[in-house]
Structure formats: C-alpha cells, structure tokens
C-alpha cells in the first residue's frame, strides 16, 4: 500500500473518498492543521486522484501512466507554488530538492524545507513573481488534455500577494484545482479562506507514525517506538530524527549522563551550553525524551520493562539501574517535568540545565548502591 492511500490520517481519507465518489470536489481546497500531521501528503494524494485518467469512484486508480508520473511527482500538470528565499526565485527552479524533501519527508516544516533548499538561516516566502509565473503556467492547456493542480505549500506566505489569486480561484480556468495547505489557517487571507473548501487534519495518531516509520521508511523496529514516542504526534520531527537532521538524542542523553556519572562540572557546563542554545521547543522535547529514558532505567528489571518503553541505550540504562538506588531517579523526573514547563518562559536555559545537571549528579552520588562502590 502506498503513501499516497495511506497518509496516516484515515478519517480525511474517508471525507476525500466521500467528496470524490459524490463528484462533489471544488476548485479550491484549504488543508490545514498542526504541524506534522500529515496535510501535504494529503494534497499529493489528492492531487493524484484529480490527475488520474482512470479514476476508480473518483479516486486514482495508481496504475495508469499519470497515476505513475503523479506519485513522483513529476506530472506536468502538477504544479507548486512553495516558499522560497529571494525575490526572483521561481519554484520550477527548485523542483530537484522539492522532489527530494517530498520523497525525503512531506511532513517537513519550512525550517526542515530550507535545509533540503539549501537556504538554512534565509527568509523565506512566496513572492509576487513566482505567483505570476505559475498562474501563465495555469491559463496554458493541459500537458496531458486532463485536468491541472496547484498545490501551495504554507498558504500562509501567500499574505497580501493572495490577492493575485483570488481572481483564478473565483472564476478557475477549466479543470484546474487549487490545493493550499497551511499550518497557520487564521494567516490565510479570509477573502481566499471563504472561497475554498476546508478540511481539517488533526495531530497524528502515534500507532500512525509508527506504523508510517516502520513500512514507509523502513525505520528499524527497535528503534521506532522511541522516535514515535518522542515525536509528540508530529510525523516530520519523527522523520528528521529518525534521519538524524535534528538533534540526535540518542547521543545527547548519553553524553549528559556520562558526564553526570563522572562527576565532571566542566564537561556539564559544556553540555548545558549546548543544550540551553537549541530551539525552545527542541529542548521541552529533550526534557519529555529524558523522562521517558529515566523510566526505563527504573523498570530495567528483566521481564519488568513495559513494552511502550523499550529499552534503548541498553547498556547504559542497565548500569545505571544496577549501580543507583531506585530513590536516586524520582527527583531527577521532577526536575525534568518542572524544567520542562520552565523552558519557555526562561530567559536563560544554559543555566537552568545546568543547575539541574547538578542537582541530578548529587543526588545520584547520595544514592549510589554501596556495594558496588566497595
Ligand atoms: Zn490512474
């Protein structure tokens, strides 16, 4: 089964199926909803459908040969309008790493989308001249004689050059289909908003994203209920950490650990640093990472882990389980939850990691097991 039948969101599927089969589509359709649930993949999927020559109740057939060009999306036909850096860029001219992130990661956000743009630290919107160019593309014939979609990516960058929409959404030239999609619908010009249909997708399910992780992307299964769990129901920050491009922490709790265990106030300055100057929303996702990494290390008796938590950082989950009384670790959980809310208001988290990496190294030395110590 594909991604594109199966986006992880089964109750849009349903209402799309619904609208299709009823030949009730219209021209212009807002998708929105949280970040990471899944809209874009939705639009493609629709945008399959609306491209299919052989539909089957509306709904693409995915065997015909648009069917085959839509779901790599190189379909003539199947035009983009995406936030881009610089004025005088064109979307045609970033199709190539477009292409990539959509096969990469369609649940991107637009910081992950200027990585793969290669614009990391740019401003990015939709401009005026992108806009001209792709509604000419639109007014031209059908590459195909069948119908045209443009899809626009954070329909929220449209701002004020929306304008230059309304007219093609109010009065569309034969079979063409908007799809917009936005995390940020109240950004949406209201004149545009009133004019599209809308559809809702809500934070996805998190048995969808592992589910996604495992037979879409192939993620080890080991590995994939923690990334799922650490994903807070958003599917693009499970990809990018399964792919490594956001913070691996993995790798930060066992430095932050090792430098617990050795005692050494340097190397926790150090991490706190690091640490304390990552997003805001990176470092609250770290915090719930690390509670859920200490529960294991309580329930590391054998046969005793919960299967929602399995044990990663094998090895150094069982140390710490056998060289610390279990006591040592229920401070360390309220420290978490507690920085955890703290994170957005404070100004300076370098320091509030660090005064919590202090607190957690002296409370694991008052409850080391004594005789391991001897
Ligand atoms: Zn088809």
Not at 51 to 59: A, D, E, M, Y
Not at 240 to 269: P, Q
Request: hydrophobic share 40%; glycine share 6%; proline share 6%.
């Amino acid at each position: 089964m594909s991604l594109l039948d199966h986006f992880g969101q089964p109750a849009v599927r349903q209402q799309l199926d619904t609208i299709l089969s009823g030949g009730r589509l219209p021209h212009a359709i807002l998708m929105y909803g949280e970040p990471g649930s899944g809209i874009l993949p939705g639009a493609l999927s629709l945008a399959n459908d609306i491209l299919c020559t052989s539909p089957v109740n509306g709904k693409a057939c995915r065997h015909c040969p648009s069917c085959n060009r839509a779901s790599k999306n190189i379909h003539p036909d199947l035009h983009f309008l995406i936030p881009l850096a610089g004025s005088k860029s064109l979307t045609e001219q970033y199709l190539e790493p477009w292409r990539e992130a959509l096969v990469k990661n369609p649940w991107m956000d637009v910081f992950q989308w200027t990585q793969y743009a290669e614009v990391e630290g740019k401003q990015v919107d939709i401009h005026k001249e992108d806009i001209q160019h792709v509604t000419g593309d639109l007014s031209l014939q059908a590459f195909e004689g069948g119908s045209k979609v443009l899809v626009i990516w954070m329909a929220q960058f449209l701002a004020k050059e929306g304008n230059r929409l309304l007219k093609m959404i109010e009065e569309p030239p034969e079979q063409t289909y908007y799809i917009l999609v936005t995390n940020q619908r109240e950004q949406v010009l209201p004149t545009i908003r009133s004019r599209c249909m809308q559809l809702y997708f809500p934070p996805m399910e998190q048995e969808e994203i592992l589910r996604l992780l495992v037979e879409e992307y192939k993620i080890d299964r080991n590995e994939a209920p923690l990334i799922a769990r650490q994903s807070v129901q958003d599917m693009g920050r499970a990809l990018a950490v399964a792919h490594n491009t956001m913070m691996n922490f993995k790798d930060e709790m066992a430095a932050w650990f090792r430098a617990i265990i050795a005692r050494k106030g340097h190397d926790l300055a150090i991490w706190s640093n690091k640490m304390g100057s990552q997003e805001k929303e990176e470092q609250k996702q770290f915090a719930l990472y690390a509670i859920a990494f200490i529960r294991n290390i309580l329930w590391a008796i054998p046969g005793n882990a919960p299967a929602e938590y399995p044990v990663e950082g094998g090895e150094m989950i069982k140390y710490l389980h056998q060289h610390y009384q279990p006591d040592a670790w229920h401070p360390a959980i309220q420290g978490l939850q507690s920085a955890h809310e703290k994170i957005s208001r404070n100004a300076n988290t370098k320091l509030l990691w660090l005064a919590l990496s202090i607190s957690i190294k002296n409370q694991l030395a008052a409850y080391r097991l004594q005789h391991i110590n001897s």
